[in-house]
């Protein structure tokens, strides 16, 4: 006789019987915001008994200042997704400064030019400041604001006057050890960075060839453009709304979901009629009965969609917060099932969540999905991309006269701590499309 499992035949009936709550909660929660706004706009057509909230009745958690640049008014207003301005807003309403500092910051955003520096001298502020906004500020009060605002706000570099002082703010907020000298070769060597004369760099500053190329490779990965953060070549990422906008202050990264959903509610004029003595009969209550029903489980279904979604993001910068602000080298292994148990929620609902979604961050749209990676092997606390950038970075300081083999970067990852298998670097060798020793060596 076949025996029959009891449990496994229950669930499979039960799956045909989800809730009506249950099933749209399933639709909206793999939706991204453009889609989500597509079906909103579907529903508020076909359904008489909803009507969008306008944004003077919408309280947010986090309110946005109105064009105006008056920070403290608690209106919200809509605003661009991708635009630098109303990213930097966001974050002086949350800054510990005076009032009247707020105001002259907000204006002051206003002012920058397409690359994030502020080229207006401090003179034509002042007058831009009193003309526009009534405000009276001496120049040094300016100035002032100005340096502290570079080490507040996100991204680095932000409100600097020229690329030079921009990428000096860099480095001194990145804590480089080599701070110092970069900044040294940026004020006093350009000349000779141009014309590659390290040598002579190297003895005006007391120092050795190796140390200025390793300072130069890291003036060369700063960023000359602070203000293209939400900018991508990649056209999938440029025409997507973020989900969630990640950014960097007063030495914590704040986490802020996008608010750019349409908001709804029911139809006060609807209930009304509901009501004894509404006037009408039975059919026409019966349909607004289940319009407003349905009505209600939309607008109840999204609120929940918006606060798992705000979960899950805050536990995933949370582990991976060195990548976002660091880069690949810090990515930690990560699987959907970790934020599944932490959450106390599906596996499935994880990938719903993240699939085909966007952060914004200090560095720019991340693709949710890469903020989970496997270990390099089992016993790996590295990830496999951790342990890819730091193979292109042995690769990158190698003798080029003498490349190293796979068994020679095997041998150096050991030496850093890192066991793995030479098959395995020479399968991430593959992943980086970088050449075997002996292609490198016949460059």
């Known amino acids: 006789m076949v025996k029959i ?224 953060i939400f900018y991508s070549t990649n056209s999938t990422i440029r025409n997507s709304k973020p989900e969630a906008y990640v950014y960097y202050q007063n030495n914590n990264l704040v986490v802020q979901s996008n608010k750019h959903v349409k908001k709804l509610k029911v139809s006060s004029y609807y209930k009304r009629m509901l009501k004894p003595g509404g006037g009408i009969d039975n059919e026409v209550k019966d349909y607004l009965k289940e319009k407003i029903k349905n009505g209600s489980l939309l607008i109840k279904t999204i609120d929940e969609r918006e606060s798992m979604y705000q979960d899950v993001f805050n536990l995933l910068v949370e582990i991976q917060k060195d990548f976002i602000l660091k880069g690949e080298r810090y990515l930690k292994p990560l699987k959907l099932s970790d934020i599944a148990s932490q959450l106390d929620i599906h596996e499935s609902t994880v990938s719903r969540i993240t699939s085909n979604k966007y952060i914004s961050t200090p560095r720019g749209m991340i693709n949710m999905k890469s903020l989970f990676d496997n270990r390099a092997n089992p016993e790996s606390k590295e990830s496999s991309t951790a342990v890819q950038d730091i193979i292109k970075e042995t690769i990158d300081n190698e003798v080029k006269s003498s490349p190293l083999t796979d068994e020679g970067i095997k041998i150096s990852l050991k030496k850093k701590g890192i066991t793995i298998a030479r098959r395995t670097i020479a399968k991430y060798r593959n992943i980086l499309k970088i050449p075997s020793s002996n292609k490198r060596a016949n460059k």
């Open 5 to 228: 499992n009891l449990k496994q035949k229950i669930t499979q009936k039960n799956k045909g019987y989800l809730s009506l709550e249950s099933k749209l909660f399933i639709k909206l929660i793999k939706l991204n915001i453009n889609e989500i706004n597509e079906l909103l706009e579907k529903e508020i057509n076909e359904n008489p008994c909803l009507e969008e909230i306008g944004e003077n009745e919408i309280v947010y958690e986090k309110k946005i200042i109105q064009a105006d640049h008056n920070v403290d008014n608690e209106k919200t207003i809509k605003y661009d997704d991708d635009n630098i301005a109303n990213y930097l807003i966001r974050q002086i309403k949350q800054l510990n400064i005076k009032k009247n500092d707020k105001k002259i910051l907000a204006c002051l955003i206003y002012l920058l030019n397409d690359k994030g520096f502020l080229l207006y001298p401090n003179d034509e502020i002042k007058e831009i400041l009193f003309e526009q906004e009534r405000i009276i500020v001496s120049e040094v009060d300016i100035e002032e604001l100005i340096i502290k605002s570079q080490s507040l706000l996100d991204p680095p570099g932000i409100l600097a006057r020229n690329i030079k002082e921009s990428l000096k703010i860099q480095l001194r907020l990145s804590n480089n050890k080599h701070s110092s000298l970069c900044s040294e070769i940026l004020d006093n060597h350009t000349d000779n960075l141009k014309a590659k004369n390290l040598k002579k760099i190297a003895t005006s500053l007391n120092t050795s060839v190796p140390r200025i190329k390793r300072c130069i490779k890291e003036i060369s990965q700063l960023n000359i453009n602070p203000a293209n």
